[in-house]
Nanobody, 124 residues
Framework: QVQLVESGGGLVQAGDSLRLSCAAS????????MGWFRQAPGKEREFVAA????????IYANSVKGRFTISRDNAKNTVHLQMNSLKPEDTGVYYC?????????????????WGQGTQVTVSS
């Protein structure tokens, strides 16, 4: 129904930047939000950032606020995550997700579709 493909991950040094992208295709929703989550080895998946597609309001995890920026490209059905001042703690697989609802939320269980993820590794 909905396909999400993440890209832009890679291996960088602490302090560097990366820009992740998530391209969506398939069925559209009248009202939806998109989010980024990440999962480090041996740890639970955690919320990173989310955005309301309709009006563009955003929310961020405290650990990334001020360093990461989520944005959307309506024409390309793509959401981006600009990651600056990367830290080793940011290492993990980053997943893009979509929920059929207006509000961006932090609870991953409230998202309906997920991408396969893109690896981000930040060295010391």
């Amino acid at each position: 129904q909905v396909q999400l493909v993440e890209s832009g991950g890679g291996l960088v040094q602490a302090g560097d930047s990366l820009r992740l992208s998530c391209a969506a295709s398939g069925r559209t929703f009248t009202s939806y939000a998109m989010g980024w989550f990440r999962q480090a080895p041996g740890k639970e998946r955690e919320f990173v950032a989310a955005i309301s597609w309709k009006i563009g309001n955003t929310i961020y995890a405290n650990s990334v606020k001020g360093r990461f920026t989520i944005s959307r490209d309506n024409a390309k059905n793509t959401v981006h995550l600009q990651m600056n001042s990367l830290k080793p703690e940011d290492t993990g697989v980053y997943y893009c997700a979509v929920r059929a609802g207006f509000a961006p939320v932090v609870d991953g269980s409230r998202y309906d579709y997920w991408g396969q993820g893109t690896q981000v590794t930040v060295s010391s």
